[in-house]
């Protein structure tokens, strides 16, 4: 709100303090919300291309070209749809489910630093607040279950609970190691930290621990937002849809708001926390743009997207975890990983005088090893395709 | 300790085994076929809906009687001796007026046999596979036409003297026919 307030003061100079602040509120959150509601169209449409094109499929075609509009026709579709209550169902309960998990995926907005000043505020306990506001969402959902007065609502929220709350306790002490490098909980810090291009990137420092440590985040976080194959609160061939199999129209539309808005919210943490944030990959001043804001939102919302299409890349590729299966990566594999990252980083912050220097010379191959094989991955995939095409030619 | 760590690389490791497959055919073509837009290639001689060129037949009922599924109907009456003779396209004349020639493509099984025994190979199979109805009487196709133009002359007149000899060949089909029949 700092960057907001500042501009909007010169703008609004003649308005009292307290006007000052409302507007320097609502303009922010009208563009979040805004982002927020228009995502999920882009982001169920490139799941569906995605997941299309992995299974040698078009995915939709019809509505627009290549399908572009289809996701706002089901949107639309959504909207004009009657919500159903059940009759069993606690309607008060019901109808406040869907609006505490918007509010949980929307509030940890508020931390995500698009830009050097472009966050609506920078709190000092900025990655504690995304892990606390992040977790409200957890309630709605066992809402959701218990109020739909359903048995399969109730085993899926019952199941995103004990999901949720596994997985929350990895996720937190992988962000543990991070904090204690920077010394800070706020995010802004924590890019700042990582100023200078690609090889200061936290994922790219300390390497053999910091992969391990963003794996783990990472794996805990596809989980959080209950996503495949971590995604057995809503399996839809054991539950019918877990807890939000009685909602339908807008209500319905909620949850799938809030779940993409997650996975967004789960993105944008993971690159700020390893991949330097709104911090251009390039050595170049330019590429970081001119001005307090620059190219900030580009860059964050394209590590942030890169993310989710690693989400769906993984989504199309494994199958659903058993619930067993599911407990077991999370206390058994997870944790006992993180805790011994957390003693390790920790005794390294302490007993290492004057930061790592021995991870700087590292960073650079490292650097260069890792977008070689990015290239080649690349290439290598594009000769597949071409000798495809040869073949169904042939 | 030791198997744990095997273990965990193992999962690790065979996720990356899967992805590097979704990831191969992230960059396939796709097999999808934009139907009404694209078809499929036919392969020669496919056998889709049946044809029968009106003007060419010659009311033998050799296709009827061939037919598995008994999908062809034929109403024939001799045709008059003192009206104008006419003749099919291979020169063969056309002695019965054909009143009703039907087909019932819903019972059509495309087995083709009709096809081999017509003597002026006038029934044949089109590659034409879009014809589905809302109406089941739709797939009743009638071929016999009430004003259709048949040929006065006879195309192949030259060889008159030997028109007896092509008629004799034309039998052994029609047998043939009825021994498969049998």
């Known amino acids: 709100m700092d960057f907001t307030y500042s501009l909007l003061g010169a703008l609004l100079g003649g308005l009292p303090p307290w006007a000052r602040i409302a507007v320097a509120a609502a303009v922010p959150a009208v563009v979040l919300i805004t982002f927020m509601a228009v995502g999920p169209i882009v982001y169920v449409y490139a799941e569906r291309k995605f997941s299309a094109f992995m299974q040698d499929r078009l995915g939709p075609m019809r509505v627009g070209?290549?399908?572009?509009?289809?996701?706002?026709?089901?949107?639309?579709?959504?909207?004009?749809?009657?919500?159903?209550?059940?009759?069993?169902?606690?309607?008060?309960?019901?109808?406040?489910?869907?609006?505490?998990?918007?509010?949980?995926?929307?509030?940890?907005?508020?931390?995500?630093?698009?830009?050097?000043?472009?966050?609506?505020?920078?709190?000092?306990?900025?990655?504690?607040?995304?892990?606390?506001?992040?977790?409200?969402?957890?309630?709605?959902?066992?809402?959701?279950g218990w109020a739909s007065n359903n048995k399969y609502a109730l085993f899926g929220a019952m199941r995103s609970a004990a999901q949720i709350v596994s997985y929350e306790i990895p996720a937190v002490m992988s962000l543990l190691t991070i904090v204690m490098i920077v010394g800070s909980l706020s995010l802004q810090d924590i890019v700042r930290a990582q100023a200078g291009g690609l090889q200061h990137w936290f994922i790219f420092r300390y390497f053999p621990l910091m992969p391990i440590v963003f794996l783990v985040f990472f794996t805990a976080s596809l989980a959080e937002c209950n996503r495949t194959p971590f995604d057995i609160p809503e399996a839809e061939s054991e539950l019918v849809a877990g807890f939000?199999?009685?909602?339908?129209?807008?209500?319905?539309?909620?949850?799938?708001?809030?779940?993409?808005?997650?996975?967004?919210?789960?993105?944008?943490?993971?690159?700020?926390?390893?991949?330097?944030?709104?911090?251009?990959p390039f050595p170049w001043a330019w590429t970081q743009g001119i001005g307090p804001i620059g190219f900030g939102p580009f860059w964050l919302i394209f590590k942030s997207w890169s993310f989710i299409f690693v989400h769906m890349w993984l989504r199309w590729t494994l199958p659903r975890l058993r619930v067993d299966q599911l407990m077991y990566v999370a206390w058994k594999v997870l944790l006992p990983i993180a805790l011994v990252l957390v003693v390790v980083f920790g005794a390294l912050v302490i007993y290492v005088p004057g930061g790592?220097?021995?991870?700087?010379?590292?960073?650079?191959?490292?650097?260069?090893?890792?977008?070689?094989?990015?290239?080649?991955?690349?290439?290598?995939?594009?000769?597949?395709r071409l000798r495809r095409a040869q073949e169904l030619a042939a | 300790m030791i198997t744990?760590?095997?273990?965990?690389?193992?999962?690790?490791?065979?996720?990356?085994?899967?992805?590097?497959?979704?990831?191969?055919?992230?960059?396939?073509?796709?097999?999808?076929?934009?139907?009404?837009?694209?078809?499929?290639?036919l392969p020669p001689r496919t056998r889709m809906r049946l044809f029968m060129k009106y003007e060419d037949c010659i009311g033998c009922g050799q296709c009827a009687r061939a037919c598995p599924v008994n999908c062809i109907y034929i109403k024939s009456d001799k045709r008059a001796p003192t009206a104008a003779p006419i003749y099919a396209a291979d020169g063969t004349q056309i002695k019965l007026d054909v009143h009703v020639f039907d087909i019932d493509m819903s019972l059509c099984c495309y087995c083709n046999l009709c096809t081999y025994p017509c003597p002026t190979n006038c029934i044949y199979m089109t590659p034409e596979y879009e014809f589905a109805t809302g109406e089941l009487t739709n797939h009743l196709y009638h071929f016999a036409k009430p004003n259709a133009k048949f040929l006065t002359v006879n195309p192949k007149p030259k060889p008159a003297p030997p028109a007896p000899a092509p008629a004799a060949p034309a039998a052994p089909p029609a047998g043939e026919a009825g021994g498969a029949k049998a």
């Not at chain 2, 690790?12 to 139907?35: D, E, N, R």
Request: proline letters at 3%; hydrophobic letters at 55%; a negative charge.
């Open chain 2, 4 to 41: 744990w760590l095997k273990d965990v690389w193992e999962g690790f490791y065979t996720v990356l085994v899967g992805m590097k497959i979704t990831w191969k055919h992230l960059f396939t073509k796709s097999a999808t076929l934009q139907y009404p837009e694209e078809k499929w290639i």
């Open chain 1, 244 to 280: 939000h199999t009685e909602y339908s129209g807008f209500f319905f539309a909620m949850f799938f708001m809030a779940e993409y808005t997650e996975m967004f919210i789960v993105s944008a943490v993971a690159s700020v926390l390893f991949f330097g944030g709104w911090m251009s």
């Open chain 1, 65 to 144: 070209p290549y399908g572009l509009l289809q996701t706002i026709a089901d949107a639309i579709k959504l909207l004009f749809k009657e919500a159903i209550f059940p009759g069993q169902a606690d309607k008060v309960l019901f109808t406040l489910a869907p609006c505490l998990v918007v509010l949980g995926a929307f509030l940890s907005f508020v931390v995500v630093p698009f830009g050097s000043h472009l966050q609506t505020v920078d709190l000092n306990v900025g990655v504690f607040y995304v892990v606390a506001v992040s977790s409200i969402s957890t309630v709605g959902l066992i809402m959701a």
């Open chain 1, 356 to 384: 790592f220097a021995w991870d700087q010379w590292l960073s650079w191959p490292l650097t260069a090893l890792v977008l070689g094989s990015l290239v080649f991955f690349m290439v290598t995939a594009f000769r597949y």
